[in-house]
């Protein structure tokens, strides 16, 4: 049954106002429609953020536990959807349905930490230098947030954003991708469901340039919080950056795994697998690259080959099913260029690197686990992100020189060691320049309750999740009470 999706605009759910539709289909298997959806404009647009305007100035007076309380229903919700949302996202997106369930754990996660921060929104009281005076810090909403998402975590990347930033009593329009409307459609339902005032929560489907980019320029949004690539980051930061908009930025990455020659090579091998090949490559977080000490380059190289070929490609709703599609045409064509230039540039294809046709992976978007060789710093697949299940090994002669290679990269999101060396560990998180390292552990894993984000071209210095997503959709004022009955400047009345 294909699903149709519509706006959801101060309550309720509308087609755009042109009725000019979209379509979104299974990347497993492109003859499957899964949804339409409404291709919406400026007019939409504006009709929102007149909506979440509105409600702002009640939204944000309602205690802050008592917002957390819708928030706590929507966890309830969500988790009892949770299997019909993990089988859409598995139809809609295209990663196999254990991952599909986690993605909206982590929704179910992020309700229920964002709800006990209702509780907590912690500002400071500190001493004043004066004397019968209070001074503190409190926490103030800062208004109309539009939400931009990419397609990757249809489910997680939604909520990291509306949960905190309907917690710190802002209102939220989400704008999700346009490979992913369906997967947003059943989220906002869901949102529907736990009862929010109308116009507090709002979705308008649409394309990036035409939706994305008038959420961006309206004069009446407050706060643009935005994941995606870098490319499309810079344009978001740009026009926020002239307009004095609030921004978020939350871009790409291209992630590095080191095994040093005294790693236990099972465990980091698994980690290779998982962190190279898991949602196909299609996560910011991926191993993109694995840096391999020259003592166990050959040896490891061999056992990542062996493990990858035995990988399972096949429709994400199979629960066999380990490498599910690419999301869509363009990307498949962008992860085959860059096998080309991998070639072109002296690199060594040593497994994959071919879009995979056989029987009914001909009908999706599918391409074969590839590992690149003999990758050298320079190369665009050294440095690029490609998003797709390719991997370059670089071989390196020691730990300065692994750490030196990990950072060539001008991005900076997540990266992981795997060692036995204590010493060279701590090195390496003192060293990496990263937003998240793990040790032992691969690229992937983030949880909701610490800070996610990256240095360099991933970001632009925020980090979602954990309390410090309360950073990103609240402004701290700082308050003074001076009970003194008396004027009282500071830095004069209290010297000499
Ligand atoms: P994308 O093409 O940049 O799109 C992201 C979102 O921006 C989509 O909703 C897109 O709409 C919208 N958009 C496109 N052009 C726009 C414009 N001119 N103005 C405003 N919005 C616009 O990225 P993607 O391909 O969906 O996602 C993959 C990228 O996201 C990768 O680079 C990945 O690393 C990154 N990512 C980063 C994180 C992180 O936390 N750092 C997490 C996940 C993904 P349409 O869908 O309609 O084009």
């Known amino acids: 049954m294909t699903f149709r999706c519509q ?66 229903k929507v966890g309830e919700i969500l988790t009892q959807y949770k299997e019909e949302l993990a089988q859409l996202i598995s139809q809609e997106m295209g990663k196999p349905i254990a991952e599909a369930r986690g993605d ?28 019968n005076k209070f001074a503190m810090t409190v926490r103030v909403p800062i208004g ?19 949960m905190p930033a309907l917690v710190c009593g802002n209102t939220v329009i989400l704008k999700p991708a346009e490979d992913t409307p369906a997967c947003a459609t059943k989220l906002i339902e869901i949102f529907a469901a736990a009862g929010f005032p109308p116009g507090v929560v709002n979705l308008v489907h649409g394309v990036g340039e035409e939706v994305g980019k008038a959420l961006v320029e309206h004069p009446d949004v407050d706060l643009v919080s935005f994941t995606g690539s870098s490319q499309t980051g810079a344009e978001v930061g740009g026009i926020c950056g002239r307009s004095h908009k609030r921004v978020c930025l939350e871009m790409g990455g291209k992630n590095a795994q080191i095994v040093m020659e005294d790693a236990d090579l099972e465990l980091a091998l698994e980690g290779a697998i998982w962190g190279a090949f898991g949602t196909t490559g299609q996560r910011c977080t991926a191993t993109s690259r694995l840096i391999l000490h020259r003592d166990i380059k050959e040896k490891f190289t061999q056992m990542l080959q062996s493990r990858a070929s035995q990988l399972r490609l096949g429709a994400a709703i199979d629960p066999n099913t380990e490498i599910g599609p690419i999301i869509n045409h363009r990307q498949l064509q962008q992860v085959r260029q860059y096998i080309d230039i991998a070639r072109e540039e002296g690199a060594k294809v040593v497994m994959g690197g071919d879009i995979a046709r056989e029987g009914e992976l001909g009908k999706g978007y599918f391409f074969l686990p590839t590992i690149l060789d003999g990758v050298t710093p320079g190369m665009r697949v050294a440095q690029e992100e490609i998003f797709g299940p390719v991997v370059a090994v670089m071989e390196v002669n020691d730990f300065a020189e692994a750490i030196a290679i990990i950072n060539n990269t001008n991005y900076g999101l997540s990266s992981s060691i795997y060692t036995r060396d204590i010493n060279r560990a701590f090195a390496a998180i003192r060293d990496i320049e990263a937003g998240i390292t793990y040790i032992n552990g691969p690229t992937i894993g983030a949880e909701v309750h610490l800070p996610f984000g990256g240095v360099k071209r991933t970001g632009n210095g925020h980090r979602e999740a954990g309390s410090t997503a309360l950073d990103i959709f609240t402004e701290w004022k700082t308050v003074y009470v001076d009970f003194s009955g008396s004027l009282q400047r500071a830095q004069i009345d209290n010297r000499s």
């Open 104 to 131: 909206v754990q982590e929704g179910i996660d992020c309700a229920f930490y964002s709800a006990g921060e209702g509780r907590r929104l912690y500002g400071q009281t500190t001493p004043s230098e004066m004397p």
């Open 144 to 162: 109309v947030c539009a939400l931009i998402t990419p397609w990757n975590f249809p489910v997680a990347i939604p909520c990291w954003k509306a």
């Open 7 to 72: 706006n959801y605009i101060n309550g309720q759910w509308l087609d755009a106002i042109t009725s000019d539709t979209l379509e979104s289909r299974n990347p497993a298997n492109t003859e499957e429609l899964v949804a339409t959806f409404p291709r919406s404009n400026s007019p939409d647009v504006n009709a929102a953020v007149a909506a979440a305007r509105h409600a702002y100035q009640t939204w944000r007076q309602i205690p802050a536990p008592t917002r957390a309380e819708y928030i706590f």
